[in-house]
Every structure is written in C-alpha cells, then in structure tokens.
C-alpha cells in the first residue's frame, strides 16, 4: 500500500490549497482516507475523512472552510482548504483505514499513512 500527499506549499491568510492524496496497492469495498496534520511541538490532529461510499467527516476546527472529496478513481483523495489561517499551519498527512465503513479522525483508526506535505500559512 502506497499513499502519496501533494500540494502543500506558502500561503497567505484567506488564501486557498488543494492537497490531494493518491493511494494505490489496495482492494477492499470498505475503507476511509483521511488527512491529519501536525504543527510544530504538537500531536497530529484530524482534519478530516472520507468513506469509500463518500461519507465525510470534519474536524470542528476546519468545517465550513475545508472539504474533502473523493476523485473518479475513488483512490485519490482531494482536500479544499479554503480561508486559511495561520493556525492551519502544519505538516498534512493522510492516512487509510482498511477497517472501517464509516469516515474516522482518530489516529489509531488508520492502518497505513503518506509522507507529508508543510502547508505554511502567513499572517
């Protein structure tokens, strides 16, 4: 199994990204993919998840400015992050699920896990 995160980079605050993360070398109906991050000095956080039937799941922080959505392929995973802050500045990572039906943000849930990619946002 390979996932492969993509599309971080330096913003301003109010500015928009799109990460995209591509998994490969799986099978299975049910399964979620789901982007957390990590700032400097803290644990990694949930950002947000998809199911493999497109049920989606948000962290309070990023609702109503992030969405994540699944591509043609259903194995490449998109997350919009919009109106950003300097707060969302941090390491995304994302992670897959190969037990679960349902979109989960806790960390211990996911069985395989992409490099990360550094969103940096500027006040």
């Known amino acids: 199994v390979q996932l492969q995160a993509s599309g971080g980079g330096l913003v301003q605050a109010g500015d928009s990204l799109r990460l995209s993360c591509a998994a490969s070398g799986f099978s299975r109906d049910s399964y979620a993919i789901g982007w957390f991050r990590q700032a400097s000095g803290k644990g990694r956080e949930g950002v947000s998840s998809i199911s493999a039937e497109d049920s989606t799941i948000y962290a309070d922080s990023v609702k109503g400015r992030f969405t994540i959505s699944s591509g043609a392929s259903k194995n490449t995973v998109y997350l919009q992050m919009n109106s950003l802050k300097p707060e969302d500045t941090a390491v995304y990572y994302c992670?897959?699920?190969?037990?679960?039906?349902?979109?989960?943000?806790?960390?211990?849930?996911?069985?395989?896990w992409g490099q990360g990619t550094l969103v940096t946002v500027s006040s």
């Open positions: 992670g897959l699920s190969l037990s679960n039906w349902y979109p989960r943000l806790e960390e211990y849930e996911y069985d395989y």
